[in-house]
């Protein structure tokens, strides 16, 4: 089995538990892909899934933590799903001007088409919350 598809099993196995409400057991999973360099930027799609789970659980700050180790991952990159899922977060949390901040910051960086507009969004949707 080749890497992707393992990592994209492995994922399924993760929904399946975090379905059945065991997000301790998904998060050993995710942790393990996060780990393993042979993912390569795969990984960061583990590190959004274990901040997901951590918000799921109530514990916003292991989610943002989560959401900073995926944005370091993609740091060298032009992908941007680290910071977009933690600007929403701070967003949700009461912390809209930060979260702008750090769609303004990457929006600076050279990004795929479809990461920008996928930021821009995010951004717009910040902007016009109270």
Not at 32 to 39: E, G, I, K, R
Not at 59 to 72: H, N, P, Q, S, V
């Amino acid at each position: 089995m080749e890497s992707a598809e393992l990592f994209n099993e492995t994922l399924h196995v993760v929904n399946r538990l975090v379905m059945q409400g065991a997000r301790d057991d998904a998060l050993v999973v995710l942790r393990l892909l996060t780990d393993n360099p042979a993912f390569g930027l795969s990984r960061v799609i583990a590190c959004v899934n274990c901040a997901i789970v951590y918000e799921q659980k109530g514990d916003g700050t292991a989610a943002l933590g989560w959401y900073d180790r995926a944005i370091e991952m993609e740091e060298e990159t032009d992908s941007c799903v680290g910071a977009r899922f933690k600007a929403a977060l701070l967003g949700n949390s009461g912390r809209k001007d930060e979260g702008m901040e750090l769609c303004y910051e990457h929006l600076q960086r050279r990004l795929k088409p479809d990461e920008e507009a996928a930021l821009r969004k995010t951004l717009a949707a910040l902007e016009a919350a109270p």
